[in-house]
């Protein structure tokens, strides 16, 4: 690089120190900027593939988590569902016992039989949607606690005040 003053300024460039042809001095600069175009516009071409790859990659990494982030919260949504779907299951048979020990007169602490209250219904044993399992004495339970007892975390009432 030669510090010059050819076209009136001063400047680097790659050109001699001797005087040239104004003629020449622009042929020589023109040649210089198409070789910077072609150099510019592969460049460009280059960058715009890499923005394209960067930009795909970007798309996916965002599409991967928002599926996580769906079935996360799908997964959730199943979850709280069927814990109460079993607290229904819970209550429906709170119900059913009380109706059938009332019928038959069948105080708190006293002994019934599960199957009688069923066949009596006409119903079946409801089975947890998580697989849990339904425990139950065969004892009348005392105003405020739960006929059935489901084996799944979560799935409990702790009394049962307006049942």
């Known amino acids: 690089m030669v510090l010059s003053n050819y076209d009136g300024r001063w400047c680097m460039n790659n050109l001699p120190t001797e ?9 020589m600069r023109q040649d210089q900027l198409e070789l910077g175009n072609e150099r510019w516009l592969e460049h460009a071409r280059q960058s715009d593939r890499k923005k394209r790859v960067r930009g795909l990659c970007c798309g996916v990494v965002v599409t991967l988590v928002l599926i996580a982030a769906a079935s996360y919260w799908g997964h959730q949504k199943v979850k709280e ?83």
């Open 81 to 163: 569902n069927n814990r109460r779907t079993c607290l229904f299951h819970i209550r429906n048979m709170q119900v059913a016992v009380r109706s059938h020990n009332s019928v038959h007169g069948i105080g708190a602490g006293q002994p019934y039989d599960m199957g009688e209250v069923l066949e009596f219904l006409k119903i079946e044993m409801p089975q947890c949607p998580s697989g849990g399992i339904y425990r139950y004495d065969n004892i009348a339970p005392l105003v405020g606690s739960p006929v059935l007892r489901c084996s799944c975390p979560g799935h409990k009432h702790e009394d049962t005040e307006g049942w």
């Open 19 to 27: 005087k040239k042809d104004p003629d020449e001095l622009a042929a």
